[in-house]
């Protein structure tokens, strides 16, 4: 079974630049994650999708941020213009619909860095 | 909301060593408890879980039991290998939400 699938792996931008990451979850999970996580901290939740709707964005810096998931399957996430704090793993993962004894699925994530 | 308390690290063990990372959470309801880690260079995955008050959820020789009473969920694992050498996440789930903890950084010396 194909895991979660992130791209790119690494990019370097400079502030101000916009840069765009992409997730294909695995097949039949409906609902999509994407984490960031800043050097030695937990993944922090930006935005939760089940199916195409939002279900969770309250922590999306939304002035820069944005997300989405159009047909309810692959998503992208958007930062413009992206600052230095910005630097983090973004992480993409999926899970089965509603089901709170479930297991998250994480691709490898998408390592920005912001000069 | 939900909230974690994890043990800070870096923890440094000798081979063979016994290993306990504390975890206690505030959480609506009864949430499910996770342990997830992330070994050098590579995504989160989960390590074990459980999903009622004294269940417990047991991976690779990891253990870790749903105490509702103390709202905990210590990993213990009684001889550590330098494999184990890992980033771990304590992250309890409860009306689909999941929360992380900021992670304990293990590293096992031969």
């Known amino acids: 079974e194909a895991g979660v699938a992130q791209s790119p792996r690494y990019k370097i931008i400079e502030k101000r630049q916009s840069v765009a990451f992409w997730c294909n979850p695995i097949s039949g999970h409906a609902t999509l994650y994407w984490y960031q996580q800043i050097l030695g901290q937990g993944p922090k939740l930006l935005i939760q999708f089940q199916n195409n709707g939002v279900v969770d964005d309250s922590q999306l810096p939304k002035d820069r941020f944005s997300a989405e998931r159009l047909k309810g399957v692959d998503s992208t996430l958007k930062i413009q213009p992206a600052k230095l704090e910005d630097s983090a793993v973004y992480l993409c993962a999926s899970s089965l619909e509603g089901v709170d004894t479930g297991e998250l699925f994480f691709g490898e994530g998408s390592r920005l860095t912001v000069l | 909301g939900n909230s974690v308390t994890q043990m800070e690290g870096p923890v440094t063990l000798s081979e063979e060593a016994f290993l306990t990372i504390n975890c206690t959470y505030t959480a609506t309801g009864y949430p499910s408890l996770f342990w997830y880690v992330q070994y050098p260079g590579e995504g989160l995955q989960l390590l074990l879980k459980?999903?009622?008050?004294?269940d417990k959820g047991s991976n690779k020789g990891f253990e870790a039991t749903y105490r509702k009473e103390t709202t905990s969920f210590h990993l213990e694992k009684g001889s550590v290998q330098v494999s184990d050498s890992a980033v771990y996440f304590c992250?309890?789930?409860?009306?689909?939400?999941?929360?992380f903890g900021t992670g304990t950084k293990l590293q096992v010396i031969p």
């Open positions: 992250a309890p789930r409860g009306y689909q939400k999941v929360t």
């Open positions: 459980a999903t009622k008050a004294d």
